[in-house]
T-cell receptor, first 113, second 119 residues
Framework: KAGVTQTPRYLIKTRGQQVTLSCSPISGHRSVSWYQQTPGQGLQFLFEYFSETQRNKGNFPGRFSGRQFSNSRSEMNVSTLELGDSALYLC????????????FGPGTRLTVT | AQTVTQSQPEMSVQEAETVTLSCTYDTSESDYYLFWYKQPPSRQMILVIRQEAYKQQNATENRFSVNFQKAAKSFSLKISDSQLGDAAMYFCAYRRNNAGGTSYGKLTFGQGTILTVHP
């Protein structure tokens, strides 16, 4: 079974631009969560989508948004990029069963200049 | 809100020796999971071990075991017979469970502990 895939793997953007990151979960997984990892703040939860609905959201500004499609693939968008948005963005997928673990993708490294 | 604290930013161990990584957490929930994840330099997060709060028996996975003290809200990871491949950042994480046997996907992570293994 293929793992979680994230595209692109690396991205360089300029302040003020917007960016869209993509995550394809493991087949059969309907829950997709996004995390931001930075040296200063560590791993922080962005949001979770389940069956195309956002069911949990972290403490991030409205510039961060996401969506999930009917095939469970998810995208996250960051508008008006700031230098502080430079980070590794990790996506994880799981079933909704309580014993299910989360499987992480390799991440997208975003650099904002 | 739940918080997870790892008080050891860095730890080191000699190959074949044993090392214990510490983690404490704070929650008012009674039904939850605790996890240890490993993140090697490749940045791929890998689940090492997990513990359900309702289970009193400590989880074990080969050379990895936990010491789960629910009352003290402590969840330490013991790595026995350390290997060079164990070198990585280790994260302790918490996930709340919902009623009805489902769970949200949200993980709350600690700050991480960098583990160095010396040959």
């Amino acid at each position: 079974k293929a793992g979680v895939t994230q595209t692109p793997r690396y991205l360089i953007k300029t302040r003020g631009q917007q960016v869209t990151l993509s995550c394809s979960p493991i087949s059969g997984h309907r829950s997709v969560s996004w995390y931001q990892q930075t040296p200063g703040q560590g791993l922080q939860f962005l949001f979770e989508y389940f069956s195309e609905t956002q069911r949990n959201k972290g403490n991030f500004p409205g510039r961060f948004s996401g969506r999930q499609f009917s095939n469970s693939r998810s995208e996250m968008n960051v508008s008006t990029l700031e230098l502080g948005d430079s980070a590794l963005y990790l996506c994880a997928s799981s079933t909704s069963r309580v014993e299910s673990e989360q499987y992480f993708g390799p991440g997208t490294r975003l650099t904002v200049t | 809100a739940q918080t997870v604290t790892q008080s050891q930013p860095e730890m080191s161990v000699q190959e074949a020796e044993t090392v214990t990584l510490s983690c404490t957490y704070d929650t008012s929930e009674s039904d939850y999971y605790l996890f240890w994840y490993k993140q090697p330099p490749s940045r791929q997060m890998i689940l090492v071990i997990r513990q359900e709060a309702y289970k009193q028996q400590n989880a074990t996975e080969n050379r990895f075991s936990v010491n789960f003290q629910k009352a003290a809200k402590s969840f330490s990871l013991k790595i026995s017979d350390s290997q060079l491949g164990d070198a990585a950042m280790y994260f302790c994480a918490y996930r709340r469970n919902n009623a009805g046997g489902t769970s949200y996907g949200k993980l709350t992570f600690g700050q991480g502990t960098i583990l160095t293994v010396h040959p």
